[in-house]
């Protein structure tokens, strides 16, 4: 099975940029669907993005669309996340999460259960 563990998180200012990564390791990342979700105290995990296996097909949360850009590098083993013009909304914990479902072909899921997978999260702040 692959293990996942997260970067880049920290303290920034509304309208300044992060990235974000996810480096997987026992397994081949482009065997899975990659996922993006986030998770802000009191509240659900949600979902952020998703990127197909080979990186041609993402989707994006309305709230985020614009902002992020997912992205993957399978010759690194590694999944990032772009974030742009943050606002303080965006404050959560920020988790990546695979997918290997064997019958999914073309998009990768927003469904947090669909993911068998997950790092142990990065926490990014952002300050009004």
């Known amino acids: 099975q692959v293990q996942l563990v997260e970067s880049g998180g920290g303290l920034v200012q509304a309208g300044d940029s992060l990235r974000v990564s996810c480096a997987a390791s026992?397994?081949?990342?482009?065997?899975?669907?990659m996922g993006w979700f986030r998770q802000a105290p009191g509240k659900e995990r949600e979902f952020v993005a998703a990127?197909?296996?080979?990186?041609?097909?993402?989707r994006y949360a309305d709230s985020v669309k614009g902002r992020f850009t997912i992205s993957r590098d399978n010759a690194k083993n590694t999944v990032y996340l772009q974030m742009n013009s943050l606002k303080p909304e965006d404050t959560a914990v920020y988790y990546c999460?695979?997918?290997?479902?064997?019958?999914?072909?073309?998009?990768?899921?927003?469904?947090?259960?669909?993911?068998?997978?997950w790092g142990q999260g990065t926490q990014v702040t952002v300050s009004s």
């Open positions: 999460a695979a997918d290997d479902s064997p019958q999914r072909v073309v998009l990768a899921s927003i469904n947090s259960k669909d993911y068998n997978y």
């Open positions: 026992g397994r081949t990342l482009s065997n899975y669907f």
């Open positions: 990127i197909s296996r080979s990186g041609g097909r993402t």
